[in-house]
């Protein structure tokens, strides 16, 4: 996010989509911030956070499993395994 400028972070808080890695963070944490604020007025707590890095830890395997995984075993038989 530090590499995100104050400009570049106005398009995508105005629904531009994110083109580098820092701008995507940038929304994800935003968003989370958010969700934070709003689910939990009273201020951060343990279950805020839990809640927060749940979702993202599922986010993150389900991409993983529906887009690299496959990516992987196409690869795998293209180029052959690395296991024994």
Same mark, same amino acid.
């Given at each position: 996010?530090?590499? @995100?400028? /104050?400009?570049?972070?106005? &398009? !995508?808080?105005?629904?531009? @989509?994110?083109?580098?890695?820092?701008? =995507?963070?940038? =929304?994800?944490?935003?968003? *989370?911030?958010?969700? !934070? %604020?709003? /689910?939990?007025?009273?201020?951060?707590?343990? #279950? #805020? !956070?839990?809640? $927060?890095?749940?979702? +993202?830890? *599922? *986010?993150?395997?389900? &991409?993983?499993?529906? +887009?690299?995984?496959?990516?992987?075993?196409? %690869? *795998?038989?293209?180029?052959?395994? $690395?296991?024994?």
């Amino acid at each position: 996010m530090p590499y @995100t400028t /104050k400009g570049q972070r106005a &398009l !995508i808080l105005s629904g531009s @989509t994110p083109t580098t890695a820092g701008e =995507l963070n940038f =929304l994800l944490t935003t968003n *989370c911030l958010e969700y !934070i %604020k709003t /689910k939990y007025p009273a201020g951060l707590t343990y #279950a #805020a !956070i839990n809640d $927060v890095v749940g979702a +993202l830890e *599922c *986010c993150k395997q389900e &991409l993983y499993r529906r +887009l690299a995984a496959p990516m992987e075993d196409r %690869k *795998c038989s293209e180029n052959g395994d $690395v296991f024994p």
